[in-house]
């Protein structure tokens, strides 16, 4: 008969459950930080097209009194595609306005652009939506589509301006707001999934687990930040949030191998 084995034994001998559970949360932490990289590289791409365009025809800014705050314009588009950018102007005053507005689009080329300039009169407190249609083929250096809007001061209204940039990505047929969504979702899913699978077999968290699970969440927050702002038109906050996030990775790299983390 086999003798039963001893504690001292049952002590030496590894957990199967350990053992089984280092790869499943290192590949975790994998998916995790592979959702962030992916989300932090959408933000950049987000950013990239109105930093472009903000020194496309940007002597306009030294004859604006302020930003133009109501110029919308899609984050992508595929070749092929045709989509439009969008002005919207109010008269907040209490008498009758009218004022020119010239936008100015490239054309295939930074140095060759299209020029159109319309007239808006608005009764008090009325407002009108200007569209202007862009395409793939517009797009500078094959990638990006730049706009500049200027309206002329005129009775009661300052003269505003504002500029963006479109950026031209991915096969034709496929609209851009969708490769947008999916691409974003992806980043979601990794990191999110990556996350609940690193988190949930560490419950109870211990005091290293903490830190480490706070430190990430302050890089998704800080990744997630640059996305938006990215796809608001902020192209300078969203890039210091980037050089922020990068700043943190580097520390939370120091703190996991530092304390072993993954490898519990």
Same mark, same amino acid.
């Given at each position: ?177 969708? +490769? *947008? ?5 992806? %980043? #979601?899913?990794?990191?999110?999934? /990556?996350?609940?699978? &690193?988190? $949930? ?41 980037? +050089? *922020? ?5 580097? %520390? #939370?790299?120091?703190?996991?191998? /530092?304390?072993?983390? &993954?490898? $519990?």
């Amino acid at each position: 008969m086999n003798a039963p084995p001893s504690s001292r034994d049952s002590a030496n001998k590894p957990s199967d459950a350990g053992s089984v559970r280092r790869p499943a949360t290192r590949l975790a932490a994998i998916f995790f930080y592979l959702g962030l990289l992916w989300l932090a590289v959408l933000g950049f791409a987000s950013a990239w097209p109105d930093m472009e365009a903000g020194v496309f025809d940007n002597a306009t800014v030294l004859v604006a009194d302020e930003a133009l705050r109501d110029l919308a314009c899609p984050w992508l588009i595929s070749q092929g595609e045709e989509s439009a950018i969008h002005a919207r102007f109010d008269n907040d005053a209490d008498r009758p306005t009218s004022f020119l507005v010239r936008t100015r689009i490239t054309e295939g080329f930074v140095t060759l652009v299209r020029e159109e300039t319309r007239q808006v009169s608005l009764a008090p407190g009325a407002s009108e939506t200007l569209t202007w249609p862009i395409s793939a083929s517009d797009a500078a250096y094959g990638r990006f589509v730049m706009a500049r809007v200027l309206a002329m001061r005129g009775p009661g209204s300052p003269a505003r301006q504002a500029s963006c940039g479109i950026l031209v990505l991915g096969p034709v047929g496929i609209p851009g707001r969708v +490769i *947008a969504f999916a691409a974003i979702l992806l %980043g #979601l899913a990794l990191t999110g999934g /990556g996350a609940i699978a &690193w988190w $949930r077999p560490r419950m109870p968290l211990n005091e290293g687990h903490r830190m480490t699970a706070g430190r990430a969440g302050l890089l998704a927050a800080v990744v997630l930040a640059s996305l938006v702002t990215g796809l608001a038109g902020a192209w300078i906050p969203s890039h210091l949030l980037s +050089i *922020a996030a990068f700043g943190l990775v580097i %520390g #939370l790299l120091q703190a996991v191998y /530092g304390d072993s983390v &993954w490898r $519990r």
